[in-house]
C-alpha cells in the first residue's frame, strides 16, 4: 500500500511539475500563438459572419424582412426543415443500430459495415447526387420503370431525402460506435442476465449511457443536412418554390445580384449555426462531466 501512494504520488507530482512548466512558457511565445489564433478566428470566422449580418440589414429592417418573407424563401425555409426532420430521426435510428450491432456482436461483415458508414465521407457530395441521378434518373437504372409506374424521385423531394440520408449517415454512428466500445458489454449482460429484455436493457441501461453522446451526433447530423448543398443542388433540379433548400435558394438570389436578399437567408442559417454550436458546446460539457 505504501509503496501504491509513493507511486500515485511521484504521478501527480510528476503532473503538477508538467503543468508548472507550462505555465512557465516565454511570455513571448504565449503572446505570439494566443495572437495568431485570435487573428485567425477573428479574419476567417468572426469577420465574414459579421459581414453577412451587415450586408443583410444593409438595405434596413423592412427589406430585411421582405427578404425572408417573400413566398420563394419562405418555401426554400420550410423545404430545409422538412428534409432535417424526416433525414436526422432517420440516421439517428440507423446510427444506433449500427453502433450497437459493431460494438455488442461478432458477426462476418462487420468490418464491411464500419467501412460503408465511413464512406459519404470519401465521396463527393456532387458525386452521391450524380449517383442517385443514374440510379433514379429518366435515363438511369431504374428510371423507366418509375416512368412506368408514375413514381418521381430525382428533381423532388424523394431526391433530396436520399441525397441528404446519404451524405449524413456516418455522424451519428461515428459518434456512438467509440463511445459505446469504451464502455463495453458488462452492463447490458447484467441486465439480461436479471431478466430484463432487449429493449428494456436498451432503455434503462445504455440509452442513459450514450445520451449526451447520441445527442451530440444528432445535433452534427442535423447541422450538415441543412447546410447540405453539393448533393442536393444535383438531384433538385433548383425548381424555385419548389425544390430549393435554402443553401440553393442563396445561390439563386446571389446569381440575380440579389445580394440583401441573398445575405438576408444566409443570416437565417448563420443565426442557425450559432445555436448548433452553441448547444453543441453545452452537450460537450455535459458529456464530460459524465
Same mark, same amino acid.
Not at 464512406?119 to 457530395?125: D, E, I, M, R, Y
Not at 416512368?147 to 433530396?160: A, D, E, K, Y
Given at each position: 500500500?505504501? +509503496?501504491?501512494?509513493?507511486?500515485?504520488?511521484?504521478? *501527480?507530482?510528476?503532473?503538477?511539475?508538467?503543468?508548472?512548466?507550462?505555465? +512557465?512558457?516565454?511570455?513571448?511565445?504565449?503572446?505570439?500563438?494566443?495572437?495568431? $489564433?485570435?487573428?485567425?478566428?477573428?479574419?476567417?470566422?468572426?469577420?465574414?459572419?459579421?459581414? =453577412?449580418?451587415?450586408?443583410?440589414?444593409?438595405?434596413?429592417?423592412?427589406?430585411?424582412?421582405?427578404?425572408?418573407?417573400?413566398?420563394?424563401?419562405?418555401?426554400?425555409?420550410?423545404?430545409?426543415?422538412?428534409?432535417?426532420? &424526416?433525414?436526422?430521426? *432517420?440516421?439517428?435510428?440507423?446510427? &444506433?443500430?449500427?453502433?450497437?450491432? &459493431?460494438? +455488442?456482436?461478432?458477426?462476418?461483415? +462487420?468490418?464491411?459495415?464500419?467501412?460503408?458508414?465511413?464512406?459519404?465521407?470519401?465521396? $463527393?457530395?456532387?458525386?452521391?447526387?450524380?449517383?442517385?441521378?443514374?440510379?433514379?434518373?429518366?435515363?438511369?437504372?431504374?428510371?423507366?420503370?418509375?416512368?412506368?409506374?408514375?413514381?418521381?424521385?430525382?428533381?423532388?423531394?424523394?431526391?433530396? =431525402?436520399?441525397?441528404?440520408?446519404?451524405?449524413?449517415?456516418?455522424?451519428?454512428?461515428?459518434?456512438?460506435?467509440?463511445?459505446?466500445?469504451?464502455?463495453?458489454?458488462?452492463?447490458?449482460?447484467?441486465?439480461?442476465?436479471?431478466?430484463?429484455?432487449?429493449?428494456?436493457?436498451?432503455?434503462?441501461?445504455?440509452?442513459?449511457? &450514450?445520451?449526451?453522446?447520441?445527442? %451530440?451526433?444528432? *445535433?452534427?447530423?442535423?447541422?450538415?443536412?441543412?447546410?447540405?448543398?453539393?448533393?442536393?443542388?444535383?438531384?433538385?433540379?433548383?425548381?424555385?418554390?419548389?425544390?430549393?433548400?435554402?443553401?440553393?435558394? =442563396?445561390?439563386?438570389?446571389?446569381?440575380? %445580384?440579389?445580394?440583401?436578399?441573398?445575405?438576408?437567408?444566409?443570416?437565417?442559417?448563420? *443565426?442557425?449555426?450559432?445555436?448548433?454550436?452553441?448547444?453543441?458546446?453545452?452537450?460537450?460539457?455535459?458529456?464530460?462531466? %459524465?
Amino acid at each position: 500500500m505504501e +509503496k501504491q501512494l509513493t507511486i500515485d504520488h511521484s504521478k *501527480i507530482t510528476s503532473t503538477r511539475k508538467a503543468k508548472n512548466a507550462t505555465l +512557465k512558457e516565454p511570455w513571448i511565445i504565449r503572446f505570439t500563438l494566443t495572437t495568431i $489564433s485570435l487573428l485567425f478566428l477573428l479574419i476567417f470566422l468572426v469577420l465574414p459572419l459579421v459581414t =453577412i449580418f451587415i450586408t443583410a440589414f444593409k438595405k434596413g429592417i423592412d427589406v430585411y424582412l421582405a427578404s425572408i418573407s417573400e413566398p420563394n424563401a419562405l418555401s426554400a425555409i420550410k423545404l430545409t426543415l422538412l428534409i432535417a426532420a &424526416i433525414v436526422v430521426p *432517420i440516421n439517428t435510428i440507423f446510427g &444506433i443500430a449500427a453502433a450497437w450491432a &459493431i460494438t +455488442k456482436f461478432d458477426f462476418r461483415g +462487420k468490418n464491411l459495415l464500419t467501412t460503408l458508414i465511413d464512406l459519404p465521407f470519401a465521396v $463527393s457530395p456532387v458525386i452521391a447526387g450524380l449517383v442517385f441521378i443514374l440510379l433514379f434518373g429518366a435515363e438511369g437504372l431504374f428510371g423507366e420503370w418509375l416512368l412506368n409506374h408514375n413514381i418521381q424521385i430525382v428533381f423532388s423531394l424523394p431526391g433530396i =431525402i436520399l441525397a441528404s440520408l446519404f451524405v449524413t449517415v456516418p455522424f451519428v454512428a461515428r459518434e456512438l460506435i467509440p463511445l459505446m466500445q469504451t464502455q463495453g458489454t458488462q452492463e447490458e449482460e447484467a441486465s439480461i442476465s436479471l431478466g430484463a429484455g432487449a429493449f428494456t436493457t436498451f432503455v434503462k441501461v445504455t440509452l442513459p449511457n &450514450i445520451k449526451w453522446g447520441l445527442l %451530440y451526433g444528432v *445535433i452534427l447530423c442535423n447541422a450538415r443536412v441543412m447546410g447540405e448543398f453539393g448533393a442536393v443542388s444535383v438531384v433538385s433540379g433548383h425548381v424555385r418554390g419548389l425544390t430549393n433548400s435554402m443553401p440553393l435558394h =442563396i445561390e439563386v438570389l446571389y446569381n440575380e %445580384y440579389q445580394f440583401s436578399a441573398a445575405f438576408a437567408v444566409a443570416s437565417l442559417m448563420s *443565426i442557425l449555426a450559432l445555436i448548433t454550436i452553441i448547444i453543441k458546446n453545452i452537450v460537450e460539457w455535459k458529456t464530460k462531466q %459524465y
